[in-house]
T-cell receptor, first 114, second 114 residues
């Protein structure tokens, strides 16, 4: 496996469910990101982990809970979501959390909340 | 308030002609700009970037122009090829923090017709 992988690729969940999105990067990077892309809206940064420490939380509701156990893995734990949380969730990584370092994106998880 | 705007949701050009994608921003603190390309079912991939100390950056068929006074940047693709058909996102970063935090536009879908 190379690059940034995300599982699952598609997820349908009810508002009372608990699920987790997984991201893995095989690039040896130190920074990892979660983005959300809703229909017809720009990509929105949700969380950033740099050297396993959370450095950005872009006012994300607590029903989204990130976890970064090591520099290669990033999770997004979901619970009691709302239908408006339906979106494409993208993971990315970069060597460091600086603008000069290119962010490499995974293919995303398409989430539908019923 | 959207700080990075791509006002054209879509653009259609003939193969071999020039494609021009536009992006406007409102925050004068932005000092680094990027373009990403996204194919369906894939994550965005980095295309080209420009620092605010420059007004032009070229990479093969792709050239980005920056007009700081107008807070406007554009991506030129010459000549356009059918494989360039994708969604193009501009993004901006900047300020005193020098982090990798990117603000994205909502994207322009480019279709290059054979």
């Amino acid at each position: 496996e190379t690059g940034v992988t995300q599982t699952p690729r598609h997820l349908v969940m009810g508002m009372t469910n608990k699920k987790s999105l997984k991201c893995e990067q095989h690039l040896g990077h130190n920074a990892m990101y979660w983005y959300k892309q809703s229909a017809k809206k720009p990509l929105e940064l949700m969380f950033v982990y740099n050297f396993k420490e959370q450095t950005e939380n872009n006012s994300v509701p607590s029903r989204f809970s990130p976890e970064c156990p090591n520099s290669s893995h990033l999770f997004l734990h979901l619970h009691t979501l709302q239908p408006e949380d339906s979106a494409l969730y993208l993971c990315a990584s970069s060597q460091e959390y600086t603008v000069e370092e290119t962010q490499y994106f995974g293919p995303g998880t398409r989430l539908l909340v019923l | 308030d959207q700080q990075v705007k791509q006002n054209s949701p879509s653009l259609s050009v003939q193969e071999g002609r020039i494609s021009i994608l536009n992006c406007d921003y409102t925050n004068s603190m932005f000092d680094y700009f990027l373009w990403y390309k996204k194919y369906p079912a894939e994550g965005p991939t980095f295309l080209i970037s420009i620092s605010s100390i420059k007004d032009k950056n070229e990479d093969g068929r792709f050239t980005v122009f920056l007009n700081k006074s107008a807070k406007h940047l554009s991506l030129h693709i010459v000549p356009s090829q059918p494989g360039d058909s994708a969604v193009y996102f501009c993004a901006a970063s900047g300020g005193s923090s020098n982090t990798g935090k990117l603000i994205f536009g909502q994207g322009t879908t480019l279709q290059v017709k054979p």
